[in-house]
């Protein structure tokens, strides 16, 4: 596992972005997973301020997870946030993005074909945040390292947390789609992004502590090819 320290929350945009950019350039057909959440706001604004020097037009993109009972045009859902924030910025092609739908009924059809679609097109690079209570994705603790993309109940913590992100619809967030753990460890190349003092317990657990199912994150220490990018406020707890 690789981690990397920087000063700030910009710098650690720019340098997750740096990776990201030259995972494109080494190959411009690569397959990206992009998650949600304020922590990867600097790496897409950065994107989207090198989107003259990048080639977007042939990525393929998947998102890592979605509110459950979201429309794709609510504001508050993932698709909505990552057209809204990156896609709508750079030349992807429409017919490259494949995002879950929250608004799906059937939603056991809609994880199988989400796998099924990811098999066909194996993630070159994940970018991941954390929650605060080491979930990746919605993965919430107590999830199966071996687990696939599926429904899954938010804690209460997530809920609280993220409420922050809500108005008057409190009522969507108790379940969400989420890439499972597994399909996150196959990505081929890992990054996982943390800023900021709210963030310093779980990098300290999710680094230093015992590799567990309560600890979700923990599953990615496994991985052969993580990058972990942490500001100095994320790493204060670390010696
Ligand atoms: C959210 C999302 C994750 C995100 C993580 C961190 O609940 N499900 O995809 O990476 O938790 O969010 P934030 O960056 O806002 O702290």
Do not use: W
Not at 58 to 79: P, R, T
Not at 103 to 110: C, G, P
Not at 135 to 147: C, Q, R, T, V, Y
Not at 172 to 190: D, R
Request: with cysteine; hydrophobic share 35%; aromatic share 8%.
């Amino acid at each position: 596992m690789k981690i990397i320290e920087k000063e700030d929350y910009t710098e650690l945009s720019k340098e997750a972005a740096k990776i990201i950019i030259s995972q494109i350039k080494k190959k411009p057909t690569s397959v990206i997973c992009f998650a949600t959440g304020s922590t990867v706001l600097g790496l897409y604004k950065e994107l989207i301020n090198k989107k003259n020097k990048v080639d977007f037009s042939k990525i393929i993109a998947f998102n890592l997870d979605e509110y459950l009972g979201l429309s794709k045009n609510n504001k508050q859902s993932y698709n909505y946030f990552l057209k809204k924030k990156l896609f709508n910025h750079i030349n992807i092609k429409k017919q490259n993005i494949n995002l879950l739908d929250g608004s799906t009924k059937n939603t056991k059809k809609l994880c199988i074909d989400y796998e099924k679609k990811l098999k066909k097109h194996p993630i070159d690079i994940i970018i991941l945040g954390i929650g605060v209570n080491g979930h990746i994705g919605f993965n919430e603790p107590g999830s199966k390292f071996n687990s696939k993309t599926r429904i899954i109940n938010l804690s209460k913590e997530t809920i609280k947390s993220n409420s922050r992100f809500f108005k008057n619809i409190k009522e969507f967030l108790k379940k969400a789609i989420t890439l499972g753990i597994s399909t996150i460890l196959k990505s081929k190349k890992i990054i996982l992004l943390a800023s900021g003092k709210n963030k310093a317990e779980i990098i300290k657990n999710f680094l230093k502590g015992p590799i567990t199912e309560k600890l979700p994150a923990t599953a990615l220490r496994k991985h052969k090819n993580i990058t972990v990018i942490i500001d100095k406020k994320a790493a204060s707890l670390l010696n």
